[in-house]
């Protein structure tokens, strides 16, 4: 038996316990590797979905001719105005920018109600004189939120 070449069963089942071992911990970072890059991708879908939202409620308060505050029982979740030019794509005039549940709504006299955000925790629009400052906080899937903040002054 000592002039056989080969290996022994005991040298195959200690290589194969060493692979399994290096195998274990090559998937358990694969899997951790995809789990982070899932969770930053779902975050920064939300951050640009949020970003574009304010963008938007930004952009048509400067617009604004006149702009209303409702109050109601609970908590400022929306706000109203006037919007002095409607353009080609949307004729409404009156603008309610709104929180229902955990959407933000964009409420057009004439277009109707359209979605612009999901996930959305909280949405407290304040208004100084002329100038309205916006709060939109997002809520994350895996948990934790994100607050966004503008302010903008009615040019007309």
Not at 35 to 50: M, Q, S
Not at 102 to 121: I, M, P, W
């Amino acid at each position: 038996m000592r002039g056989r070449k080969g290996f022994s069963l005991i040298e195959l089942i200690v290589v194969i316990v060493i692979m399994g071992i290096i195998g274990l911990m090559t998937f358990t970072f694969f899997g951790n590797s995809l789990a982070a890059y899932l969770t930053v991708k779902n975050t920064n879908r939300i951050f640009d979905e949020g970003l574009l939202s304010l963008e938007r409620m930004t952009r048509e308060i400067r617009d604004a001719d006149t702009v209303n505050f409702p109050i109601t029982a609970v908590s400022n979740t929306s706000i109203t105005f006037t919007r002095k030019h409607a353009t080609p794509q949307d004729a409404s005039t009156s603008i309610t920018f709104r929180r229902n549940g955990n959407l933000l709504e964009r409420v057009g006299d004439v277009s109707g109600t359209r979605v612009l955000a999901g996930n959305v925790a909280s949405f407290s629009p304040t208004i100084s004189g002329k100038n309205v400052h916006l709060s939109l906080g997002l809520s994350l899937t895996g948990g934790g939120a994100i607050v966004l903040q503008s302010s903008s002054a009615a040019r007309n």
